[in-house]
């Protein structure tokens, strides 16, 4: 069983950054798959940036060039670096984890294990 505690969200100026952090614990998370989902209000939640075992990453096409997903396999922790915010960007961000090797990175039934998630604000 692993448990994910995400840290870091908050409010924020457009245009600026924030970093998430997402700490495992109960069991190493090196052996998965890591990433962000994030939920607006009156929206589905959606991908947002994935880190593999081996640590090739992936986004979605909204957030390329601005997000960067990371991992820390000692640490046990997900990072989210978060630069040129917008208020687009204003949603309740969820860590999680899966063990898979498709490239079905995007489909949350792939994770089987999340965190409760942080609210990022970001005000125009």
């Known amino acids: 069983q692993v448990q994910l505690v995400e840290s870091g969200g908050g409010l924020v100026q457009a245009g600026g950054s924030l970093r998430l952090s997402c700490a495992a614990s109960g069991r190493a998370f090196s052996g998965y798959v890591g990433c962000w989902f994030r939920q607006a209000p009156g929206k589905e939640r959606e991908f947002v940036a994935a880190?593999?075992?081996?640590?090739?990453?992936y986004y979605d096409d909204s957030v390329k060039g601005r997000f960067t997903i990371t991992r820390d396999n000692a640490k046990n922790t997900v990072f989210l670096q978060m630069n040129s915010l917008s208020p687009e960007d204003t949603a309740v961000y969820y860590c999680?984890?899966?063990?898979?090797?498709?490239?079905?990175?995007?489909?949350?039934?792939?994770?089987?294990?999340w965190g409760q998630g942080t609210q990022v604000t970001v005000s125009s």
């Open positions: 999680a984890g899966g063990a898979f090797s498709s490239n079905s990175y995007y489909k949350e039934e792939k994770y089987r294990y």
């Open positions: 880190v593999r075992v081996g640590g090739s990453t």
